[in-house]
């Protein structure tokens, strides 16, 4: 059974850091595509960061770029999102998720992605 699960999540000042982690378990993941995703109330999901479990590609989109990093750790089957620099805005529900379908695209969509984690919140205050 594929599971993923987050954890990392909290309240934090603005400007402060978080580190988010994805450990992912149920298949083999060598030719799949992590993505980070968050979701702020009455919002629609919104894309953080994408990553290429094989090749280490990675994606960001503006409003993030610059603040978070994604990596990954293959021993551990674990996906991660460094957050920097926080601000209030990055408030939301952070979920990872996975999808193996498209080897070697960089995919930024949630409707892309088949697994998903339960989500973990982050409130940055001001």
């Known amino acids: 059974q594929v599971q993923l699960v987050e954890s990392g999540g909290g309240l934090v000042q603005a400007g402060g850091s978080l580190r988010l982690s994805c450990a992912f378990s149920?298949?083999?993941?060598?030719?799949?595509?992590m993505g980070w995703f968050r979701q702020a109330p009455g919002k629609e999901r919104e894309f953080v960061a994408f990553?290429?479990?094989?090749?280490?590609?990675?994606r960001y989109p503006d409003s993030v770029k610059g603040r978070f990093t994604i990596s990954r750790d293959n021993a551990k089957n674990s996906v991660y999102l460094q957050m920097n620099s926080l601000k209030p805005e990055d408030t939301a529900v952070y979920y990872c998720?996975?999808?193996?379908?498209?080897?070697?695209?960089?995919?930024?969509?949630?409707?892309?992605?088949?697994?998903w984690g339960q989500g973990t919140q982050v409130t940055v205050s001001s």
């Open positions: 998720a996975a999808d193996c379908r498209w080897p070697g695209l960089v995919i930024t969509l949630p409707t892309q992605y088949n697994y």
């Open positions: 149920g298949r083999t993941w060598s030719r799949c595509a």
């Open positions: 990553i290429n479990w094989s090749t280490g590609t990675t």
